[in-house]
């Protein structure tokens, strides 16, 4: 088994930072791919930011340039840094990775309990 313990949100004031972490445990045998997907009231999950295996990254087109997403290969830990923040950035936020485990050939899915980021004034 394999789990994924998000920590960092909060409340912020527009135009200020937060950064979120997301540390992975369990039979993991090597993890393919981590990143964060959001989700606000009443839309859809969506991507944020992923780092596949290496360094390579995608964000979405709403963060680029105030997010920045990065990741401790030793610790298994992705980090989510968000500034100049926007009360549209206002969502629960999802740690999501593609794990091999060791008692696995495939990578699955593994996601997060969530944690919530509030920006407002």
């Known amino acids: 088994q394999v789990r994924l313990v998000e920590s960092g949100g909060g409340l912020v004031q527009p135009g200020g930072s937060l950064r979120l972490s997301c540390a992975a445990s369990g039979s993991i045998f090597t993890i393919n791919a981590m990143g964060w997907y959001r989700q606000a009231p009443g839309k859809q999950r969506e991507l944020v930011a992923v780092m596949v295996s290496g360094s390579t990254t995608n964000y979405a087109d709403s963060v680029k340039g105030r997010f920045t997403i990065s990741r401790d290969n030793a610790k298994n830990t992705v980090y989510l840094q968000m500034n100049s923040l926007e009360p549209e950035d206002t969502a629960a936020y999802y740690c999501?990775?593609?794990?091999?485990?060791?008692?696995?050939?495939?990578?699955?899915?593994?996601w997060g309990q969530g944690t919530q980021v509030t920006v407002s004034s």
């Open positions: 999501n990775a593609y794990v091999t485990t060791t008692w696995g050939t495939v990578p699955l899915a593994y």
